[in-house]
Structure formats: C-alpha cells, structure tokens
C-alpha cells in the first residue's frame, strides 16, 4: 500500500470519527444523535427481538427438546448471566470507553446465538442461552449509557422514542417469527425452531459493523484497578441462590443441596461487600452510591419491580397457548396489548418529562397501574376466558411497565457524577436483572409445584365423569403426570382429560399473578422515598470536559468536599442540580475515542 493511499485511508477513518463527534464544547448535533442512535438501536433490536422470539416458542421448543419442566434452565441461564455481564460493562466502559465493550457484547451475543441453534437438549440449550446472556448484558446497559453520554437528561426523552419505537417493533416481529419457525417442522432440513436463534447471525454482523462505522466517542481514560475479586465474588452469590431457586421444589428447599447454594451465595455476598470495600472508587459497584438517594430508591425498586415485571409477563404466552391452545404466531399477536402499553405508556412518559422535567409520578402512577393489572389477571384467568377479556388488563400492565421503565434509569443518571454515568446505568440495570431472574426462577417454581398437585387433582375429579375419562385418567396417572408437564403436547393423547389439564394449569396462574402483585405493590412504598430532583442541562461528556478543565485549578481536598456536595445534593427531594463533576479526580492518564 502506498504512502498516498494509507493517508487517504487514514482520511476516511477521520472523517467517519468526526461525523459522530462533538464540538469543542461537547455538544453534539441532532444528526450526529441520529447518526448514533443508528448503531445502538440495531444493537437493541437484536436484544429485544431475541427475548421477545424465545418466550414466545419456549413451549415449542421445550417439548421439542422433552422438557417442558426444565425450560426455567433456558430463561434463567440467560439471566444469570446478563445480570453478572451488566455490571460489568457498565464499570469497565466508564473506564476504557463504551464502544469496544459495545462491539464486545454483540460479537458475544452472536456467537450464542449461532450455538443455541445446535442445541440437542435443554441443557445444552441452556449452556449456550448462558453466553447469549453475557452479551446482551452490555447491549442494553451500554446503549442507555452512551444516550446519557451526548443527551443533556432534559432532551434525553426526545429520544427515548426512537428505542421504544424499535423495541415495539422488535416485540411484534419477535412472536410472529419466532412464532412462524417455531410452527415450522422442518426449513432447509433443519428445525424450524432452530432458525429462531441463526436469524440474529446475520442481523448482529450487520449490527457490529454500522457500530464499528458511526460510534466513535470522546473519552477521557483514568488511572484504576480491576475489580476482579469483586466479579469472582458476585459470580460465587448469585449463580447458586438462583440455582436453589429453580430446583428448590425438586430438591426440598430444606435439602443438603439447597443449604449448600445458600451458604455459598451467602459467603459469596459477604466476600462482595468486601471486595467493594477494599477497592472502593474502582470497585465494580461502589458503596459509596448507595448514600446517594437517587441511586439507593432505583436499586431497590428494581429489584422488587423486575421479579414482578418479568414473572408477569413470562407466564402470559404460556397462558395463551396452554390453556387457549394458540399458536405461538397468535399468542405472540395476542400479546399485542401489552406491548402497545409499554410503547404509549414510554412515549407519553418522555415527553412529559421532557416539558415539566417532573419524572417521580410516572414510576408511582406506574406502580398502581401495574398492580391493578395483576389482581385482575388473577381474578380473571380462567380455563374459559376469553382472549378479548385479557386485552384492558394487558394494556393496563404495559402501560405501567412503559411509565417505570426509562424515568428512573434517567432519575439516576441526572443525579450522579458524569463520570459514573456507566456504573451507575448498568448498576440499576443490573438490580432490574437480578430481581427478573430471582422472580422468574421463583414463579416458575411456584407453577411447577402447584402444577404437581392441581393437575392430578382435576383429572381424578374427571374421572368421575364417565368410563372415558375414567379409563384415560388412569392411565395417565399411571404413567404419572410428570409426563406432561415434560411435554405439554401430551395431553392431547387423552383428550377427555384437555380440559381438566386447562383448568388445573390456570389456576396455577392464579396464584402467581396474585404474588407478582403483591411483590409489585412493594415497589410503590419504595418508590415514594424517590427524590425529584431538577434535571441537568448537559450531556454526559459535555460535564465531563467541563469538569476536566476545572481539574487544572482545583485543591488536593476538593474532591472530598464535591462527594459530600453530591451526596447531600441527592439526599433530599429539592430543585437543586446535583454538581455536574468530581473535581478533586486525579488527571485522566490520556485521552482517546472510545
């Protein structure tokens, strides 16, 4: 290559960098935002569309794989290991930049993707939805990061709509493809359901290179340590608690086994702390955040409100197509309401904020909206309900999930230092993980439990019923239960015995959504401590160059008197702007594009 051509290469690579760069002041255009935006909405679309594809076609491909009761393994795999990932990248990117963590994330999640297609049980399954996991941890987590980065929080919810737009979108597409390979025998020789996961290879190559081209971000690299005890530690607390989680009721939740998960997760969350103690600013979750309001009321109601969220709307395609026999197609369109919700709910939420710069009412509203759902979901599901009497529920459930679901990440990311925006994101994203997989383990344990003794129960009392049904019932009692709850489709060998199986499996439901509002309804008294705080007026990097150029002038003890500064700025529900930067930091160790 010659000296001419390596400078107009050279060139190219500039010229891109600088499409989606700053001015000198930081601020970046409204093209340049949609120039970003691109790349992370792609990101996101993949992430939306593979959780929306999977729950929709878990019943296909369970029975497919022969175990229905073990397709907790392929959703909490995913989660365990998102939960752990997001953290993660929210540290690590504050540390190096967000785009190669960003690029790091989908080259995971594809090659996930591209194994869950080769899946020949649901523990294979399970083991490559847990390396799908471990990119999409970043992929959400980082996209809500990079938006604080070059939106000031008053403009942010502009474009708030631009990532609903594409996660509703991804949402419909997901169940109506995932519900059309799913119902596929075979395409190309191959299980239909198998494509669900290789239609993201193509998509996520695409993905990573519109990333590559357009994302290019200032950065200013620090001086720091790598929390890896930390990450060992939260490894060693999670994985086995929400591992007794999902085998509790097959093990006895008072087994030798399940003692020893709690034991371990317990030394493993004390050995946490510590190691968040001992590392301090560079720790993986700084203690420290938690005197800070804001950031302490999100973490809580995250958890709370995702084991509610996520247990909700697990069960609902199950519902629809258990119990009403649809089609994973139809159960997908059938949950239409739902994701109308979230997306009015979402877009009505952003531009309010966007005028009043109000945000604390949306996540309680929210709340309210969210449990009342709930409870009438419980009242209501029944063998024979009709899907038409799901769908104001449905909606009501959305809508409430659309209010809580951007205005306390962004409560949390205007009350924070600049420079922790990443931690602080992917923190709050983390708590809404980890409650997701501790409800979704926990209320698939609850179904499968009382699954065991309604369903037994209402085919005795079919037995009743005639020599048919007499005859039927005995032999599958015979062969036990456990037969269908492995393969749902069984049930349509005895066909006497469908509707006593329908009614048995929505009562469980009952329960369940019962106890998701109940959880729900804890997020509201936690979200009431909420401060409204009055919303900055500058993008992340736009207070981070400013701080920078304060740095030069500041005192050796300036730091500590802007940490006292910003904790007591949060820790009241005034209009006062926390301080938009830490000026007591140490001198970046240089700067580069990240």
């Known amino acids: 290559m010659t000296q001419t051509t390596r400078a107009s290469a050279a060139g190219r690579r500039d010229a891109r960098a600088a499409a989606a760069a700053p001015d000198s002041s930081g601020v970046f255009s409204h093209r340049q935002i949609i120039t970003i935006l691109s790349g992370l909405m792609l990101g996101m679309f993949l992430a939306a569309l593979d959780q929306t594809v999977v729950s929709t076609a878990i019943r296909t491909i369970a029975d497919d794989l022969q175990g229905y009761d073990l397709q907790a393994w392929a959703t909490t795999a995913f989660l365990i290991t998102s939960t752990i990932a997001t953290p993660l990248y929210g540290k690590l990117s504050d540390i190096y930049g967000r785009r190669p963590f960003y690029l790091f994330a989908i080259a995971v999640f594809t090659i996930g993707s591209a194994l869950c297609g080769i899946a020949d049980s649901m523990y294979e399954l399970a083991a490559f939805r847990a390396i799908q996991g471990i990119g999409a941890g970043g992929l959400m987590s980082l996209a809500l990061a990079i938006i604080a980065d070059v939106v000031p929080p008053r403009e942010r919810s502009k474009y708030q709509g ?6 509703g979108t991804s949402s419909v597409l997901g169940p109506v493809i995932g519900g059309f390979l799913a119902g596929q025998a075979s395409i190309v020789g191959v299980d239909g359901w198998r494509w669900i996961f290789w239609i993201n290879v193509p998509l996520a190559v695409f993905a990573f290179a519109v990333v590559m081209r357009v994302l290019h971000l200032p950065h200013e690299r620090r001086q720091h340590r790598i929390d890896w005890p930390g990450a060992v530690a939260l490894v060693l607390a999670l994985v086995p608690l929400l591992i007794v989680a999902e085998q509790g009721r097959t093990w006895g939740w008072g087994s030798g086994r399940a003692l020893a998960c709690y034991a371990i997760g317990a030394a493993g969350l004390v050995g946490f702390v510590l190691a968040e103690r001992a590392y301090r600013d560079d720790a993986i979750l700084p203690l420290r955040m938690f005197t800070n309001r804001t950031f302490s009321v999100s973490s809580v109601s995250s958890i709370v409100l995702g084991a509610g969220m996520f247990g909700g709307i697990l069960l609902l395609p199950q519902y629809l197509q258990v119990v009403h026999g649809s089609s994973p197609t139809v159960a997908g369109l059938q949950m239409l309401p739902l994701v109308l919700g979230i997306m009015t709910g979402a877009l009505t939420s952003g531009q309010v904020i966007a005028r009043t710069g109000k945000y604390k009412v949306f996540p309680l509203v929210g709340v309210v909206f969210m449990v009342a759902a709930l409870v009438a979901l419980s009242l209501v599901v029944e063998a024979d309900t009709s899907v038409w009497t ?9 809508l409430g999930l659309g209010f809580n679901m951007q205005p306390v990440i962004l409560a949390v990311q205007n009350a924070v230092s600049p420079r922790e925006i990443g931690v602080a994101t992917s923190s709050v994203t983390f708590f809404r993980q980890m409650g997701g997989t501790i409800g979704t383990a926990a209320f ?14 209402q085919i005795r009392q079919a037995a009743q019923s005639g020599p048919e049904a007499a005859q039927q019932a005995g032999a599958l009692l015979e062969a036990g239960p456990e037969s269908v709850l492995s393969d749902t489709s069984a049930i349509n060998a005895y066909p006497a015995l469908v509707t006593p199986f329908r009614t048995g499996f929505s009562n469980t439901l009952d329960l369940v959504f019962l106890v998701a509002a109940l959880v729900v309804a804890v997020g509201f008294f936690v979200l009431w401590f909420l401060p409204q705080l009055e919303l900055r007026n500058q993008s992340g990097i736009q207070a981070q160059q400013e701080a920078a150029g304060q740095t030069a002038g500041d005192t050796p003890g300036a730091g500590a008197a802007e940490d006292a500064a910003q904790a007591a700025g949060a820790a009241a529900p005034t209009s006062t702007a926390p301080p938009t930067g830490r000026p007591g930091d140490a001198e970046p160790a240089g700067r580069h594009r990240g």
């Open 390 to 398: 799901l769908v104001p529920f449905m909606f009501l459930l959305g």
């Open 162 to 167: 631009y990532f609903m737009a594409v996660w």
């Open 444 to 457: 698939l344990s609850i179904m499968f439990s009382r699954l065991g003794t309604e369903v037994p129960e």
